[in-house]
């Protein structure tokens, strides 16, 4: 008898493919694309809560400047950045959303084509 402390599997690939149970082969493209989807949604997100955060301290820098030439200029262009990076993740977003019209993906639900009869 063979003892066996622990078995680590994915229960989304089929026993044929070396899994450990019910899955199919169709039901694990769903599972890897609904970790795609949700990485890009968290990657533009993020993306756009980082650049808001800039374009915020960039204003409270300029509120608090006083006056200061120097610390003004660094305000301002802290702001001209942070527009510019949230121009850059709106029109990532839109190219993406753009490319998934025409090849039929949508960012909640990427699905990831598969092999069947194996």
């Known amino acids: 008898m063979e003892k066996v402390y622990a078995q680590i599997c994915n229960p989304a690939i089929p026993t044929q493919l070396g899994g450990c149970g019910g899955g199919n082969v169709e039901q694990g493209g769903k599972v890897i694309g609904g970790l795609l989807s949700g990485i890009l949604g968290l990657v533009f997100l993020l993306g756009f809560l980082l650049t808001l955060a800039y374009l915020l301290t960039g204003g409270v820098q300029w509120i608090t400047s006083g006056g200061d030439k120097n610390a003004l200029e660094s305000a301002r262009n802290k702001i001209t950045?942070?527009?510019?990076?949230?121009?850059?993740?709106?029109?990532a977003y839109a190219v993406f959303k753009l490319v998934g019209s025409f090849f039929g993906i949508e960012l909640p639900t990427i699905k990831i084509p598969t092999i069947s009869g194996t």
């Open 81 to 91: 950045n942070a527009i510019i990076g949230l121009v850059i993740v709106a029109s």
